[in-house]
């Protein structure tokens, strides 16, 4: 997925993965934690918009599983901080 200023997946709300997307119960995210926080984002965009539904992540229920003391997400030419910013912890979809 590339990550952009406004995160959103490229799934066509008539694909067969969206399909899936819109009856699921549970999915499930390990190692979240070496993801950028925009790829959490862009899945909470998307499943409102495939489910027609504003509550976060589209009302699916979401299991993140990781280490958050093992691996910050990989940035190249990044600093600390800008690694710290990408965190998953620092998310707007942590804060809803």
Do not use: Y
Request: aromatic content about 4%; some cysteine.
């Amino acid at each position: 997925m590339q990550i952009t200023e406004t995160p959103i997946c490229n799934i066509a709300k008539n694909s067969a993965m969206a399909k899936i997307l819109q009856v699921c119960k549970l999915i499930v995210w390990d190692e979240c934690t070496m993801a950028h926080k925009r790829s959490l984002e862009a899945l909470d965009t998307t499943l409102k918009d495939l489910r027609d539904n504003q509550n976060i992540f589209g009302g699916a229920m979401i299991l993140l599983s990781g280490d958050f003391h093992q691996t910050l997400p990989v940035i190249p030419r990044s600093t600390v901080a800008d690694e710290l910013n990408a965190c998953l912890k620092s998310s707007i979809c942590g804060s809803t």
